[in-house]
């Protein structure tokens, strides 16, 4: 594929959220989720179609915090160190393009822990040479697009700069609070290292229903895929042409008196087994990933959307 999609969401609870997400993923033609803030514990089970998931709980074991990666099974790729402590969760996943191998992480920073540059060091230190780090890291800074600059963006703005890293910003909140008194914020970014920042695009997306909105980053790049397994046959060959076609290559009228004659014959037949088989199988068809929600709950969903695009974009008038 060319280009890559990652989409980075604080889900405030993943499980009661995994019919949206599916029909967000398809609708979005999204490879990566990146989610923070999922509740999940290792006794939850969340199943996605055609995708993988991996999760790191809170380090406590109770269902709050805690991150996800959500990735496309048809990618090339495998998991990556885990980090749970009570200030930083992470999910990483690790991928291949024409780069070399590079880390998806997602990240959740919990509000209550003012962590400090020193921490936010010993945990990029982990993610390689090339990583892009991404979630809810509950720190403000003006130098990534915030209104303000709290002291634990300062923090983390220190490792960023010590470091030469690079950040990933809509520029725009995705924080939506209730309370009336408390003003939008921009709290879900990432963190790079090693990667083309002109390769790359960042988009606010008004979906999803949490108090956070998710963003989509983009980066122009060829990501290896999972070989294909090879196959004789599928569930569309036809077995009468292909025994019809094995009928007409066979020859059962050859002598097998010598040790080379039966490996010829041997050989005759595989090939032929197989050429038949080829020629009786249709070319596979292109995938396409269909959801089975119902239209019904569709149009709920777009109607849920504007309503909630309306009221965001009122909170920053």
């Not at 990566?32 to 514990?41: D, F, N």
């Not at 809509?170 to 003003?183: G, L, V």
């Not at 921009?186 to 108090?211: M, N, P, R, W, Y």
Request: with cysteine.
């Amino acid at each position: 594929m060319a280009t890559l999609r990652i989409a980075i969401w604080n889900a405030n609870g993943l499980n009661q959220r995994t019919q949206e997400i599916n029909l967000f993923l398809r609708t979005n033609n999204i490879d990566v989720l990146r989610v923070s803030e999922t509740h999940v514990t290792d006794r939850s089970h969340i199943n996605t179609p055609h995708y993988a998931i991996y999760h790191t709980p809170h380090p406590d074991q109770k269902a709050h915090g805690g991150t996800a990666a959500i990735v496309r099974r048809n990618l090339k790729h495998h998991l990556g160190t885990a980090y749970s402590e009570e200030h930083i969760q992470a999910t990483s996943i690790v991928l291949e393009d024409q780069m070399g191998e590079i880390t998806i992480t997602a990240v959740y920073s919990p509000p209550k822990h003012n962590t400090k540059t020193i921490e936010y060091e010993q945990f990029f230190q982990t993610l390689g040479h090339l990583f892009i780090a991404g979630g809810d890291y509950n720190a403000q800074n003006t130098y990534w697009g915030a209104r303000t600059t709290t002291t634990k963006g300062r923090e983390l703005h220190n490792a960023v700069r010590k470091h030469n890293l690079q950040h990933l910003s809509s520029c725009q909140p995705t924080y939506w609070p209730s309370d009336m008194n408390k003003q939008p914020a921009l709290l879900d970014f990432c963190v790079t290292k090693g990667i083309a920042t002109q390769k790359v695009s960042v988009d606010s997306c008004l979906e999803l229903t949490s108090d956070h909105t998710p963003i989509i980053v983009t980066i122009h790049t060829r990501v290896q895929q999972q070989p294909k397994k090879p196959s004789l046959y599928n569930k569309n060959t036809d077995w009468e042409i292909f025994r019809t076609l094995l009928e007409t290559q066979i020859n059962l009228k050859i002598t097998l008196k010598t040790e080379a004659e039966v490996e010829d014959a041997v050989y005759n037949l595989t090939t032929a087994i197989q050429q038949a088989a080829w020629q009786a199988t249709p070319p596979p068809r292109e995938q396409h990933f269909y959801h089975d929600c119902p239209e019904s709950v569709k149009h709920k969903l777009r109607d849920k959307h504007a309503a909630r695009k309306k009221w965001q974009l009122t909170c920053t008038t």
